[in-house]
């Protein structure tokens, strides 16, 4: 089996001769496609990746939803345990009512839920990926979005992954921020921001890189070119 470079090198080969010729007939199209997807669904379900994320989120997503009905438990328990023999109108035992259906409106929500955790696990498990900064992109040029301020004064900065082996290795500062330092994109209710991520120095703005980010980059760069010539 073909490497991960190897196989989207592939791809792209696959695609740059087609764009060369165009399709002959019809089925040239399906063919293609074919093609195409042979070599990519391996990639997108390895037992490594795709496997490891469908079992990593069925037991985060048991443990988080344990977690919350035991916080609902505990919030109803200590509501009951508040009210006396013959009733009370204690204005703070009536506002734990309102929590209490909020918090129970909460969990009835468990697509959302579930979202919440899966995007705050992602951005921790992105330095684990090779990834060392991401570019915050919003849509609040988009008509009728109701976005948030603060988002859209992050459109467009990019922001470093504490921890990512560029920051160890001395090669980037973290730019904007680090992602961690804030919510993740889609983690807030109603957000459909999202993060275009990084993996190399080279992809980043001149003002993230330190010298030694600079002089890695002129390495990197000399070295290939002796390569090709």
Same mark, same amino acid.
């Given at each position: $089996?073909? %490497?991960?470079?190897?196989?989207?090198?592939?791809?792209?080969?696959?695609?740059?001769?087609?764009?060369?010729?165009?399709?002959?007939?019809?089925?040239?199209?399906?063919?293609?496609?074919?093609?195409?997807?042979? *070599?990519?669904?391996?990639?997108?379900?390895?037992?490594?990746?795709?496997?490891?994320?469908?079992?990593?989120?069925?037991?985060?997503?048991?443990?988080?939803?344990?977690?919350?009905?035991?916080?609902?438990?505990?919030?109803?328990?200590?509501?009951?345990?508040?009210?006396?023999?013959?009733?009370?109108? %204690?204005?703070?035992?009536?506002?734990?009512?309102?929590?209490?259906?909020?918090?129970?409106?909460?969990?009835?929500?468990?697509?959302?839920?579930?979202?919440?955790?899966?995007?705050?696990?992602?951005?921790?498990?992105?330095?684990?990926?090779?990834? *060392? +900064?991401?570019?915050?992109?919003?849509?609040?040029?988009? +008509?009728?979005?109701?976005?948030?301020? !603060?988002?859209?004064?992050?459109?467009?900065?990019?922001?470093?992954?504490?921890?990512?082996?560029? $920051?160890?290795?001395?090669?980037?500062?973290?730019?904007?921020?680090?992602? %961690? !330092? $804030?919510? +993740?994109?889609?983690?807030?209710?109603?957000?459909?921001?999202?993060?275009?991520?990084?993996?190399?120095?080279? !992809?980043?703005?001149?003002?993230?890189?330190?010298?030694?980010?600079?002089?890695? *980059?002129?390495?990197? %760069?000399?070295?290939?070119?002796?390569?090709?010539?």
């Amino acid at each position: $089996m073909m %490497d991960t470079k190897e196989a989207i090198d592939g791809v792209g080969a696959i695609l740059t001769g087609f764009l060369k010729s165009g399709p002959s007939s019809p089925a040239h199209l399906e063919e293609i496609k074919s093609k195409v997807f042979e *070599i990519a669904l391996p990639l997108v379900t390895s037992p490594e990746g795709y496997d490891w994320c469908i079992e990593n989120y069925r037991q985060q997503s048991k443990l988080y939803f344990d977690e919350r009905l035991s916080q609902f438990h505990d919030l109803l328990i200590n509501f009951l345990k508040q009210v006396p023999n013959g009733g009370t109108k %204690d204005k703070l035992a009536k506002s734990m009512i309102a929590e209490i259906k909020r918090e129970l409106r909460s969990l009835t929500k468990w697509p959302r839920l579930f979202y919440t955790l899966k995007a705050s696990s992602l951005v921790v498990k992105r330095e684990q990926n090779g990834d *060392i +900064a991401g570019m915050w992109r919003s849509h609040w040029r988009r +008509a009728g979005y109701d976005y948030r301020p !603060e988002h859209k004064e992050r459109d467009g900065k990019v922001y470093a992954i504490r921890g990512s082996w560029a $920051m160890q290795q001395g090669l980037i500062n973290k730019g904007a921020g680090y992602t %961690d !330092e $804030m919510t +993740a994109p889609g983690e807030e209710l109603g957000c459909s921001c999202y993060m275009v991520y990084f993996t190399s120095p080279s !992809e980043l703005p001149e003002s993230m890189l330190t010298a030694k980010g600079r002089e890695w *980059i002129k390495a990197k %760069d000399d070295a290939r070119r002796a390569k090709n010539s």
